[in-house]
């Protein structure tokens, strides 16, 4: 699996932001989907996770009920929905796929390159 992550940006704090991540190559539908962000000098971490069929979806304390991860399996798509930034959210955003849930990102085994989303206050 081949991931393109893209929508990064800089906002203001309060603001939104959409990322996409697209697929291509082996089954997309059988794949559960994460999303990861990593600061410079800081181990990666988990922010979202959503099953192969976006019936499940999973989420870091630090986000949930501000961020929405959801997926199109007809388009090869998955999204982060992300509302209510905070500077804190400042970092690179991962799109990574692997065959079972995990908050966990070393046992996922593809990765697209990052976007950088910057909040400013």
């Known amino acids: 699996v081949q991931l393109q992550a893209s929508g990064g940006g800089s906002v203001q704090a309060g603001g939104s932001l959409r990322l996409s991540c697209a697929a291509s190559g082996r089954t997309f539908s059988n794949y559960v989907m994460g999303w990861f962000r990593q600061a410079p000098g800081k181990e990666r971490e988990f922010v979202a996770a959503i099953s192969w069929s976006g019936g499940s979806t999973y989420y870091a304390d630090s986000v949930k009920g501000r961020f929405t991860i959801s997926r199109d399996n007809a388009k090869k798509k998955v999204y982060l929905q992300m509302n209510s930034l905070k500077p804190e959210d400042t970092d690179v955003y991962y799109c990574?796929?692997?065959?079972?849930?995990?908050?966990?990102?070393?046992?996922?085994?593809?990765w697209g390159q990052g976007t950088l989303v910057t909040v400013s206050s």
């Open positions: 990574a796929a692997n065959r079972e849930i995990s908050e966990y990102y070393l046992d996922y085994d593809y």
